[in-house]
């Protein structure tokens, strides 16, 4: 089956990439464990010459992402970082580049302790449209970076609007789409220029692999980060592009399951005497809900809460759940539970999570696939303790 095949999203995410072997006829396509391959003459070969280049599971992987993102161009790579560090390093060296100012810690830390020598950053709020222009007017920048919704504020930018901004100037425009997944929003079809998730959480769904993946069109920015993921190296080994393809295959169904958990378990948490406020784009109480609805066919499974009290409080809540896993990482098929302020946006400075509302009672929650009565079962009894 072709990328460009008509087929369902759940069907193209089964088969694309995932037709039998042609030499054995196995239905589940083989691992290419291989480093290097047989050449009948100096330059003569079948296409492969080293796995860093190409690889046969890989190419798999890369042609089903590129389908369920309605993208010509798919790259995976060994972490969601490596992804960026290869869209950083195509950019001319002293590019202007304006990010979301609340975007995942791990984004943060290389923006502004990696490459602030070779490019300069400014950090704003890409929901603010009005402000968002004026700086695009004046920085003119290169490349805008979007997440949407943020990590782990879940405020949503909208895309098309920002991509008609960034036109003007003939800045590139980056979404990281890691929360939503294809399933739920594809930003190249409302504009955006390259779609960058890190696989490790909804793409793949198990907890057992780390990728990134880079989805675009442009021909000749494709052959660049080719050419750069060859010449660095950061490409993903045959057997996690295995692993991801096989969970890949129920991406559909799991985003269904995780987004049904995630609206219930959000509106538990808006009627419970120990919570303050829930964040969760889904609910018609947060601030982007219509954009959210206007540009995306779904809300996810990520949940921020605050819970009433301070860090006191937040630890003994964090250490009396038991289903939901007290772990860093996000969208697997088990619910996770974390504090960002002290996992996974601790490299962000204190004064500035202070600045974007991460406080010492912002809990994040990755809503599972488990039965929706266990998982309120178990923050319950967590509330309980508190």
């Not at 920085?139 to 036109?167: F, G, Q, R, Y």
Request: glycine share 8%.
């Amino acid at each position: 089956m072709k990328k460009t095949t008509t087929a369902s999203f759940a069907t193209r995410a089964i088969h694309v990439g995932g037709e039998p072997d042609p030499t054995t006829g196995a239905i589940m396509p083989p691992i290419f464990q291989t480093s290097t391959y047989v050449q009948s003459s100096p330059g003569e070969h079948k296409g492969y010459e080293y796995s860093r280049t190409h690889n046969p599971t890989r190419d798999r992987l890369q042609e089903c992402l590129a389908s369920l993102e309605e993208a010509k161009h798919c790259l995976v790579t060994a972490s969601g970082l490596a992804a960026t560090s290869l869209i950083m390093h195509a950019l001319p060296h002293g590019s202007k580049i304006l990010c979301g100012d609340d975007v995942y810690g791990g984004t943060y830390r290389m923006f502004s302790k990696v490459f602030h020598e070779t490019h300069e950053f400014e950090f704003v709020d890409t929901t603010d449209l009005k402000k968002l222009g004026e700086r695009i007017q004046k920085v003119k920048p290169a490349l805008i970076w979007l997440e949407t919704p943020t990590n782990p504020m879940l405020k949503i930018s909208d895309i098309a609007a920002v991509a008609k901004l960034a036109k003007k100037v003939k800045a590139l425009v980056v979404v990281d789409n890691t929360f939503m997944s294809p399933y739920f929003q594809r930003p190249l079809t409302l504009g955006a220029d390259i779609v960058i998730h890190s696989m490790t959480k909804y793409i793949n769904g198990h907890s057992d692999v780390v990728g990134g993946a880079l989805m675009l069109n442009d021909d000749a920015f494709f052959e660049k980060l080719k050419f750069l993921q060859n010449a660095v190296g950061p490409c993903l080994a045959p057997f996690d592009s295995w692993l991801v393809l096989r969970g890949i295959k129920t991406l559909a169904v799991r985003m269904e399951a995780t987004q049904k958990n995630a609206i219930e378990i959000a509106k538990y948490l808006e009627k419970h005497p120990k919570v303050q406020s829930v964040i969760y784009p889904g609910l018609k109480s947060h601030a982007q809900h219509a954009i959210a609805k206007k540009q995306a066919s779904g809300f996810g499974g990520m949940i921020t809460f605050f819970l009433k009290g301070g860090m006191k409080e937040s630890r003994r809540f964090l250490e009396n759940v038991r289903l939901f896993a007290l772990a860093e990482s996000l969208g697997g098929v088990e619910s996770l539970i974390e504090h960002p302020a002290i996992m996974t946006h601790a490299s962000i400075p204190a004064a500035i999570r202070q600045q974007l509302g991460i406080h010492d009672n912002l809990i994040r929650l990755s809503v599972g696939i488990e039965g929706i009565e266990d998982l309120k079962a178990d923050l319950e009894a967590a509330f309980k303790k508190v």
